[in-house]
Antibody, heavy 121, light 109 residues
Framework: QVQLQESGPGLVKPSETLSLTCTVS?????????WGWIRQPPGKGLEWIGN???????YYNPSLESRVTTSLDTSKNQFSLKLSSVTAADTALYYC??????????????WGLGTLVTVSS | SSELTQDPAVSVTLGQTVRITCQGD??????AVWYQQKPGQAPILVFY???NRPSGMPDRFSGSSSGDTSSLTITGAQAEDEADYYC????????????FGGGTRLTVL
């Protein structure tokens, strides 16, 4: 059974960098798939942040691209998200997910439980 | 870039059929993917591509597509189907980017 778990600070100061890690169990991230990040501000909808392919290629939401970096650590079976220069608008529940490509369709089939990150001084 | 538009709220009487729609230019090219999210829980995959349901997803959930609009149909809605539903698809620019709709809150009366 594939499981994902997000971890990282729950509180980040404005202008600093948000850093989260997703630990995957039940599947080796170096074997394939994209691995993605999605966020959800309190009471609002889902926003895609970005995906990283198992080879290391990255794809980001254009609205966040200048501030986002994702990476893989295959030795720990983890992938990570960094979001720089955060503001209160970045306060959200952050999810990581496995992202298969089915034909031309990118879908999120396994999700973590999410971790709440609050941006506040 | 792309946008996907969903009705903010839809209601259905218990046992009846309801259709949740998603509209956007990217849906002329790519299939929609549908997710269900209940309060306090992570989203779960409900339906994708022309006719794919994840293992264990009830067959009362089905999908369809016409032009720039995709739909998720629940035939015989149950109380446990009350949730937020999100559509997503690949960005119409042709790269490996994803866009989500704003979500539809389904109320089962």
């Amino acid at each position: 059974q594939v499981q994902l778990q997000e971890s990282g600070p729950g509180l980040v100061k404005p202008s600093e960098t948000l850093s989260l890690t997703c630990t995957v169990s039940g599947y080796s991230i170096s074997n394939g798939y994209y691995w993605g990040w999605i966020r959800q501000p309190p009471g609002k909808g889902l926003e895609w942040i970005g995906n990283i392919y198992y080879s290391g290629s990255t794809y980001y939401n254009p609205s966040l691209e200048s501030r986002v970096t994702t990476s893989l650590d295959t030795s720990k079976n983890q992938f990570s998200l960094k979001l720089s220069s955060v503001t209160a608008a970045d306060t959200a529940l952050y999810y990581c997910a496995r992202v298969p490509l089915s034909g031309d369709t990118l879908l999120f089939d396994y999700w973590g439980l999410g971790t709440l990150v609050t941006v506040s001084s | 870039s792309s946008e996907l538009t969903q009705d903010p709220a839809v209601s259905v009487t218990l046992g009846q059929t309801v259709r949740i729609t998603c509209q956007g230019d990217s849906l002329r090219i790519y299939y929609a993917v549908w997710y269900q999210q209940k309060p306090g829980q992570a989203p779960i995959l409900v339906f994708y591509n022309k006719n794919n349901r994840p293992s264990g997803m009830p067959d009362r959930f089905s999908g369809s597509s016409s032009g720039d609009t995709s739909s998720l149909t629940i035939t015989g809605a149950q109380a446990e189907d009350e949730a937020d539903y999100y559509c997503s698809s690949r960005d119409s620019s042709g790269n490996h980017r994803v866009v989500f709709g704003g979500g539809t809150r389904l109320t089962v009366l």
